[in-house]
T-cell receptor, first 115, second 114 residues
């Protein structure tokens, strides 16, 4: 079975541009998570969805960040406008156990560089 | 609220030596505890987890961890380090009830010296 698929793997953009990161969770998983990883702050949970519904977006740093999950097999994380401090690796993860802790399956990440 | 603290951002061991990575947690409710490993340019993979029951849990690649409630600890160990164990290790906690999101520690980078 395919794992969590993220695209693009690498993105280099200029400040002010819109960035869209994409994620396809594992089929059958009903929870999806977006994390950001930086050297300074480590792994931060940005937002997570259960059954396509956003449950907790308190980790989204600013209004410039938005996430959607239009269906069970696709999610996007958008940054508009992007800033250099948004440079990080963004991970998507999915899980099959709602309401209790289950194993998270991570994608390989999208490395974003904002110049 | 849940949180974890990993003591030591970098740990170096000789090949064949004991690996000990420390994790202490804070949780207002009974926790689930996890160790994940991240190899370069990859996502995180689950090593092992504690949910309920036996406090000594065994994971992949010879790793194990013991849940000690009295010490609020969940340290990761491996009797004999292998070169392939070089990676970054993350401890994580979530609540046994309610939300299923994980809270990660800041990670410990393990270096194995030949």
């Amino acid at each position: 079975d395919a794992g969590v698929i993220q695209s693009p793997r690498h993105e280099v953009t200029e400040m002010g541009q819109e960035v869209t990161l994409r994620c396809k969770p594992i089929s059958g998983h009903n929870s999806l998570f977006w994390y950001r990883q930086t050297m300074m702050r480590g792994l931060e949970l940005l937002i997570y969805f259960n059954n396509n519904v956003p449950i907790d977006d308190s980790g989204m740093p600013e209004d410039r960040f938005s996430a959607k999950m239009p269906n069970a097999s696709f999610s996007t994380l958008k940054i508009q406008p992007s800033e250099p401090r948004d440079s990080a690796v963004y991970f998507c993860a999915s899980s099959s156990r709602q309401g209790m802790a289950g194993e998270l399956f991570f994608g390989e990440g999208s490395r974003l560089t904002v110049l | 609220a849940q949180s974890v603290t990993q003591l030591g951002s970098h740990v170096s061991v000789s090949e064949g030596a004991l690996v000990l990575l420390r994790c202490n947690y804070s949780s207002s409710v009974p926790p689930y505890l996890f160790w994940y490993v991240q190899y370069p340019n990859q996502g995180l993979q689950l090593l092992l987890k504690y949910t309920t029951g036996a406090t000594l849990v065994k994971g992949i690649n010879g790793f194990e961890a013991e849940f000690k409630k009295s010490e609020t600890s969940f340290h990761l160990t491996k009797p004999s380090a292998h070169m392939s164990d070089a990676a970054e290790y993350f401890c994580a906690v979530s609540a046994q009830t309610g939300a299923n999101n994980l809270f990660f520690g800041t990670g410990t980078r393990l270096t194995v010296i030949p």
